[in-house]
């Protein structure tokens, strides 16, 4: 705040002839009386003896009453009779607030002046003081309203006319007494902000992998941080009060944040630079738009605002594993402890095993044969897993470990005549107590089982049908096995009829009770609880539905879904989640007459809440953190559901193109494997000869879901003691 002083109008020269004639009485006086203490010349009160004060502008001592003389003529009322009957001026000062320089808003200002009374006089304060305001221009000044007092402080509000530089002047009522002029300037218009978000950097494309969406070839990721800046030619702002917050859909808005003044060079008044995670605002959408808005004020309050508007998408990369040829993914990508991914190709009896890193960069690869099995990744050892695959060449299949650090082999098991065609399971079995994969080789008229034991061996094969009695089932296509401990579940057919079979490791013969012989081809199995759920469905007619069987077998399968007395829907794959606070839905696609749709099934109460779906869903849904379940249909077609309410949250659409093994979901890491801090995921959807991932709205899998995905875990091991990966 600026203050200026109004001050008497006496002129220097004659204040000196008065103070030589004060200084010559007093001296005679005190001469001839001998008892009056003499007025001197000082310069702080030290100088004045008896109390006196020392007033500093006229180096004058006065007792400490420094009114009361007689003084001929009377003086004005904005003076002061001194003891030595001199007129000298009452006050010091006229205060004006706001003072010169100062800016003011729209609307009533609340103006003050203040007489500052001299040391040793008493105030003598007017009723009131003259106001006045004109333009710099010369032109009208505004409104004043009536000025009150309070002691030697008078009060008005001014409302200025417009915009612009005004002089505002406060007056003693009387001719010759003090008065001030200030300087203002109103300043009526909000501030105005322009809001830059810079161009997005996809990436550039190298070995086999893309960057970018390429429907949105523009659009900032969900999961990148945006450098957002500001600038404002305002010439009042308050930097302090810049602040920006991101809209997404719905008019999801986060929390405001502030913004640091940019410390290189600046084209505006005013540059600021924000950093905006776009990971935070609702985008219930694929890909879309998100909103940047800045606000601020200047220093008298006006407010203002601006804004932009941006692309945003949920696609991060495609990796193209078909070079050179047609292949297909027909067996799920597996996640390893760092974000690893790994996933096989197949085409007839040809393909290879890719290990990629989070950001989508080849790691290795690996010629294997046709992926059929797998890949399932192992226990990490000190950052070193194993990568099972079971695959086919010409005459064989072959179970493979693999070394996670370059693809190269650390174990195979190759039986002869014969194919996988299923998935494996792993676990550590309670006879060995080590880490051991395992499936089912179709060999001829019937089966057996295989397995892999780095470091030891197994034999190979694992169990074989025993001479007499039941044969193992020969594997149907693309079903998985699951594990227990040392009990292997796994589904297929023996001389046409379809079984549902268990065996305990190394024991030719299957468990008590076993096999079961489901009324339809079985296409899906999971563990949860006590029990064996299933999902089958027939191929050249309607026919099949979800059923549950005893771990420790039965006579029979109960039917689940659906309800009555047939079994008039197929269902291809199932997940277990928790929704609504219920634990144990299981979610999955169905295929009744007429009709194509996906459905939440509660083990417990039986309660079906079914949802229409575009196309089949084939593939095993993955339920995710945060309330998400993500499908992938037979044409490709993405989608997020509630999984409360079953009703879509975001759809890619058109298609990725045929899709023959499920999705799977993964933290959010860096490119080295790290995690970061925030909600979100990836998901790796596999479609035609392509992997692909997209940014979600799920933290890694859903922790408390029996069983969230295909084979149940992100390392595809088939085993509920395996710890869903959590995302800390």
């Not at 006089?121 to 000044?141: H, I, K, Y």
């Not at 034991?453 to 079903?479: K, N």
């Not at 699951?482 to 190394?506: C, Q």
């Not at 309330?627 to 249909?633: D, E, F, P, S, W």
């Amino acid at each position: 705040m600026l203050s200026t002083r109004g001050g008497p109008s006496n002129g220097f020269g004659e204040m000196s002839v008065m103070l030589r004639k004060v200084l010559g009485t007093v001296l005679l006086v005190g001469a001839l009386a001998g008892c009056t203490a003499p007025l001197r010349v000082c310069e702080t009160d030290a100088d004045c003896p008896n109390g006196g004060t020392c007033d500093p502008e006229r180096k004058l001592c006065y007792s400490a009453s420094a009114e009361g003389g007689s003084c001929e003529p009377a003086c004005a009322p904005y003076e002061a009779c001194t003891l030595s009957n001199v007129c000298v001026p009452r006050y010091t000062g006229l205060v004006v607030t706001p003072g010169d320089g100062g800016v003011v808003g729209a609307g009533a200002v609340p103006v003050t002046a203040e007489l500052v009374v001299g040391s040793g006089f008493v105030g003598n304060f007017p009723e009131t003081l003259n106001f006045r305001v004109v333009a710099s221009d010369g032109g009208a000044g505004g409104m004043l309203t009536t000025v009150t007092r309070s002691e030697g402080v008078y009060s008005t509000q001014w409302t200025p006319a417009g915009e612009g530089e005004f002089r505002l002047t406060a007056a003693h009522p009387q001719d010759g007494g003090p008065s001030a002029t200030v300087s203002l300037t109103a300043d009526m218009t909000p501030p105005t902000f322009v809001v830059f978000v810079p161009p997005a950097d996809a990436g550039v494309a190298a070995g086999g992998t893309t960057y970018g969406d390429p429907s949105l070839a523009d659009a900032w990721r969900r999961d990148q941080v945006v450098p957002v800046e500001i600038r404002t030619n305002e010439p009042h702002l308050d930097p302090g009060s810049v602040m920006v917050a991101l809209t997404g859909t719905d008019g999801g808005t986060t929390p405001a944040v502030a913004v640091a003044a940019l410390s290189g060079a600046c084209d505006a008044g005013f540059c600021g630079v924000t950093q905006l995670n776009l990971r935070e605002p609702p985008f219930d959408a694929f890909r879309g738009t998100m909103t940047v808005s800045a606000q601020g004020r200047d220093t008298v309050g006006n407010s203002g605002s601006g804004s932009a508007t941006f692309n945003v998408t949920r696609w991060k990369w495609t990796f193209d594993a078909s070079a050179g040829g047609t292949f297909a993914i027909k067996a799920p990508p597996a996640i390893g402890a760092r974000g690893m991914v790994y996933f096989g190709t197949n085409a007839n009896t040809n393909g290879k095993v890719f290990a990629l890193s989070p950001e989508g960069t080849q790691i290795w690869e690996s010629q294997v044969g046709a992926v059929v099995g797998g890949p399932v990744v192992g226990a990490s050892d000190g950052g070193t897993e194993l990568v099972y695959v079971g695959a086919n060449s010409t005459n064989n299949g072959t179970l493979y470990a693999l070394q996670s650090e370059d693809g190269g082999t650390r174990q195979t098991c190759t039986p002869s005549n014969g194919a996988f065609e299923g998935a494996l399971a792993l676990g550590t079995t309670g006879t060995a107590q080590a880490e051991t994969a395992v499936s089912v080789y179709n060999s001829n008229s019937s089966a057996i089982i295989v397995g892999i034991r780095p470091g030891t061996s197994v034999p190979c094969p694992l169990i074989e049908s025993p001479g007499s009695g039941e044969p193992i089932p020969v594997l149907t296509a693309g079903t998985p096995v699951v594990m227990r401990n040392d009990n292997i579940f796994f589904a297929g057919a023996a001389s046409g009829v379809p079984k549902i079979t268990s065996y305990v490791f190394g024991v030719s013969v299957p468990r008590s009770n076993w096999p079961v012989s489901p009324p339809v081809v079985t296409r899906s199995l999971a563990l949860v609880g006590s029990d064996v759920i299933g999902a089958a469905a027939a191929t050249d007619f309607v026919n099949g539905g979800l059923f549950k069987i005893p771990q420790d077998g039965a006579a029979d399968v109960s039917r689940l879904y659906p309800a009555g007395a047939s079994w008039s829907s197929r269902v291809y794959s199932l997940a277990v989640g928790s929704a609504m606070e219920t634990p144990d839905n299981v979610f999955f696609g169905s295929e009744p007459t007429g009709s194509i749709n996906f459905n939440r099934f509660n083990l417990s109460s039986t309660a079906l809440q079914p949802a229409s779906s575009n196309a089949a869903i084939r593939a095993t849904p993955v339920v995710g953190a945060n309330g998400n379940v993500y499908t992938a249909t037979t044409n490709g077609t993405v989608r997020a559901w509630s999984a409360d309410t079953l009703t879509p949250r975001w759809t890619l659409t058109p298609g990725l193109g045929t899709v023959e093994a499920s999705p799977t979901l993964d933290c959010p890491r860096d490119a080295s494997g790290s995690l970061v801090a925030g909600s979100h995921g990836v998901l790796y959807v596999p479609a035609g000869g392509k992997l692909y991932a997209f940014v979600v709205d799920s933290r890694g899998l859903d922790t408390s879901a029996p069983w969230p995905k295909y084979q149940h875990d992100s390392r595809n091991t088939g085993n509920p003691a395996t710890p869903i990966t959590s995302c800390p």
